[in-house]
């Protein structure tokens, strides 16, 4: 059975780090494209950062972009997103979620099929 796993959200001062995980079990990782969303109270869920099944092409949404950084080891089935200068626009729940997208379509939620749990990432000021 698919099945994403997100850990790593909590609390985090406004201008720190904060690292996320998202680890897949239960089929072939390698043959999907891995993206980042986030969605705030009362706000539509935002596309934060995808990865190319194998890792060499990443995508950022604007609002992120020099900020995040999102990687995947796919020996390891994981899929990480390293959070820097967070601020307080970054509060909210992050989903990671899997799919095949074609560029055009790759930063729609719409394109994935399989979505974690999701993690809260709180930043205080």
């Known amino acids: 059975q698919v099945q994403l796993v997100e850990s790593g959200g909590g609390s985090v001062p406004a201008g720190g780090s904060l690292r996320l995980s998202c680890v897949a079990s239960?089929?072939?990782?390698?043959?999907?494209?891995i993206a980042w969303f986030r969605q705030a109270p009362g706000k539509e869920r935002e596309f934060v950062a995808a990865?190319?099944?194998?890792?060499?092409?990443?995508y950022y949404g604007d609002s992120v972009k020099g900020r995040f950084t999102i990687s995947r080891d796919n020996a390891r089935m994981t899929v990480s997103l390293q959070m820097n200068m967070v601020n307080s626009e970054d509060t909210a729940v992050y989903y990671c979620?899997?799919?095949?997208?074609?560029?055009?379509?790759?930063?729609?939620?719409?394109?994935?099929?399989?979505w974690g749990q999701g993690t809260q990432v709180t930043v205080s000021t």
């Open positions: 239960g089929w072939n990782f390698r043959n999907y494209d």
């Open positions: 979620a899997a799919g095949s997208a074609m560029t055009a379509t790759i930063r729609r939620s719409t394109t994935y099929t399989t």
């Open positions: 990865v190319r099944r194998n890792g060499g092409t990443t």
